[in-house]
């Protein structure tokens, strides 16, 4: 019986991410194109780089709730170190990563970018496209080329000689292919300072997969994949930090880099098979939601019996099962979609002359009943 219940919950979970699709997608695009006015406007005409900062976190923010992103921190003794105790902020380092979704800028800002914008090192075609350029500009990154030599080791150093750090992807964003971590390339460890490695890994709902990979999928494919996921837990750790003992050998200082990052990020919870944090089941006893959701659409179904109003009925059997999913099995997919119904459902209700003052009154008082009732009788 737990299975079955178990793989409906399943079930609903993936048939609400092809429902929300539409949705997602404008949004996306809606948050993407309010942004880009926003962060122009605050950068190129009021030149106000904080208030350009507070745009580019709310753009985040929601990029990161529309598109059904969990960031996860692996909360070890090197997590507590750089968030609560803070004995990172005296350090100066460059910051190394495995590139290997485009998810990663997203969990990256959150992370390090708190408070100001940190210095990256990002390919120049990328660097020169807007609105790319503009944080590009605020954060006095460093563009490179693969078909030309930009002084990009020079301007490491310069970076961290005042102090700012720098994030730096050695793979290069590359196909790890049967490997764990891409092969690392040696601009990220030629300045021969302070190394702080950090490893992220995803694990989706599905077995879509959402690993760069440019030889059988194209970026569409990519996208098409991470919004009929819709919840997407991204890991990421802090690892030790990596000092330059290797004499001034940078290929040695890499490889010893790599072979950490990539022993370590083995450790972490596999990718595959697909799965929601089972921690999210509470199908152990749906019975406690069932009276809930019965109770609170009660008043509404009367006044549908009542009036032989089979509409609302059907909204109010739709809203039950929305909620009951929601409540038992809460993935992104079941709660976005719930609120979205749910505002949808209030909507009609008011189209349909339901929130008189009488009726309105009626319904608060009977809410409030509902919340002594089910929080004293401990169903």
Known sequence: METLVKNSFITYHKGCAYLLLPIRL????LIIFTGVICITFTNNIIFNDKLS??????????????????????????????????????????????????????ILYKTLCRENILSTVMVKHMAEQFPISIIFRMSQSISISRDEK????????????????????????????????????????APDHLILPLIIRYIPSTDRNLVWNRNNHTDLD??????????IEGHIRILDFESPKHNGDIKKFRDHVYNNMTTELGKMPSSYPGRV?????????????????????????????????????????????T???????????????????????????????????????????????VAYFTNHINI
């Open 277 to 321: 944090n089972t921690e999210n089941y509470k199908y152990d006893d749906p019975f406690y939601s069932l009276v809930n959701l019965t109770l609170y659409i009660y008043p509404f179904t009367m006044y549908g019996l009542h009036y032989n109003n089979y509409s609302i009925l059907l909204i109010n059997l739709l809203l039950f099962i």
């Open 53 to 106: 900062k507070r745009v580019i976190d709310y753009t985040v923010d929601s990029l990161i709730y529309t598109m059904g992103l969990n960031i996860r921190y692996i909360e070890d003794e090197n997590y507590k170190n750089y968030f609560k105790n803070n004995e990172y902020s005296d350090r100066n380092f460059i910051y190394v990563f495995n590139h290997i979704h485009f998810f990663d800028s997203l």
């Open 150 to 189: 930009l002084g990009a080791v020079e301007k490491i150093k310069e970076r961290l000689f005042r102090k700012r750090n720098v994030i730096i992807a050695p793979d290069s964003c590359q196909d790890p292919g049967d490997k764990l971590i891409a092969p690392f390339k040696t601009g990220a460890f």
């Open 323 to 369: 909620g009951f999913f929601k409540y038992n099995y809460p993935t992104n997919n079941t709660k976005m979609f719930h609120i979205i119904y749910m505002k949808f459902a209030l909507m009609t209700y008011y189209h349909m002359g339901l929130f008189t003052y009488m009726n309105l009154l009626y319904m608060c008082g009977y809410t409030l009943f």
């Open 222 to 231: 990519h996208f098409r994949n991470i919004f009929l996921d819709g919840h």
């Open 26 to 29: 404008l949004l996306t695009f």
